[in-house]
C-alpha cells in the first residue's frame, strides 16, 4: 500500500531565509508525487508534481520539488521565504495515473518576519 | 471555469439530522473523490467516482454515509443519522481523465454536529 510521511508538524523559518518541507514515501512501483497548500478556511491548492524525468520541479510561488529515488524523499523547497508562505503544506503519492491521492499529514509553515 | 463548488460551506446541525453536502465538480472531468479533513487523521479519502460510477467506497467509515453522482456535474455526500465524531471539513475534489493531472480541490464544508 503507498503511504506518505511528513516527519515534521510544524516547521519556522524566517522571512528571507530558505525553507524545507519534508516528505518521504513509500510505494510498491514508480511514485507520483504532488505537494499541495491549504490557506486558512480554504481548499488545497496544487504547488507542483512529479511525474518522471528531472529530478527537481519547479511549481507555483517559486516552490521546487527533489525527488530522491535512493531516499525515497520529494522533499518541499524555496530559497527565500516570505510571511505569505506561512500555511499548511500536504505532500501526496499516487501510484498509478488516475488512482487517487494519498495525503500526508500535513506540515503548517509559518514564516516569521 | 468556476472552479469545483461546494456547497454549503458551513453546516451546523443536531446529532441525529440527516446532512447532505453537495459538489459540483470542474466540467469536463471525469473522476471526483470526496475526502475529510479531520485534526486527528489528516485528510482521508471516503469514496471516488469515475464518470459517475462509484469505483471504490472503502473509506466511507460506516452505513450511515453515502455517496451518489447522478450525472456528470452532480454528487452529493449523505450522512444519516449524523454523529458529533462526523464534524470535519468535507472536501469534494474533480480530476480530468488524463494520466498523471492533478486534482482540483473546492473550498470544502465545515460540518459540525452537537
Known amino acids: 500500500a503507498q503511504s506518505v510521511a511528513q516527519p515534521e508538524d510544524q516547521v519556522n523559518v524566517a522571512e528571507g531565509n530558505p525553507l524545507t518541507v519534508k516528505c518521504t514515501y513509500s510505494v510498491s512501483g514508480n511514485p507520483y508525487l504532488f505537494w499541495y497548500v491549504q490557506y486558512p478556511n480554504r481548499g488545497l491548492q496544487f504547488l507542483l508534481k512529479?511525474?518522471?524525468?528531472?529530478?527537481l520541479v519547479k511549481g507555483s510561488y517559486g516552490f521546487e520539488a527533489e525527488f530522491n529515488k535512493s531516499q525515497t524523499s520529494f522533499h518541499l523547497k524555496k530559497p527565500s521565504a516570505l510571511v505569505s508562505d506561512s500555511a499548511l503544506y500536504f505532500c501526496a503519492v499516487r501510484e498509478t495515473g488516475n488512482t487517487p491521492l494519498v495525503f500526508g499529514k500535513g506540515t503548517r509553515l509559518s514564516v516569521i518576519a | 471555469d468556476a472552479g469545483v463548488i461546494q456547497s454549503p460551506r458551513h453546516e451546523v446541525t443536531e446529532m441525529g439530522q440527516e446532512v447532505t453536502l453537495r459538489c459540483k465538480p470542474i466540467s469536463g472531468h471525469d473522476y471526483l473523490f470526496w475526502y475529510r479533513q479531520t485534526m486527528m487523521r489528516g485528510l482521508e479519502l471516503l469514496i471516488y467516482?469515475?464518470?459517475?460510477?462509484?469505483?471504490?467506497d472503502s473509506g466511507m467509515p460506516e452505513d450511515r454515509f453515502s455517496a451518489k453522482m447522478p450525472n456528470a456535474s452532480f454528487s452529493t455526500l449523505k450522512i444519516q443519522p449524523s454523529e458529533p465524531r462526523d464534524s470535519a471539513v468535507y472536501f469534494c475534489?474533480?480530476?480530468?481523465?488524463?494520466?498523471?493531472?492533478?486534482?482540483?480541490f473546492g473550498q470544502g464544508t465545515r460540518l459540525t454536529v452537537v
Open positions: 475534489a474533480s480530476k480530468p481523465g488524463q494520466f498523471y493531472t492533478e486534482a482540483f
Open positions: 512529479y511525474i518522471t524525468g528531472d529530478n
Open positions: 467516482f469515475n464518470n459517475n460510477v462509484p469505483i471504490d
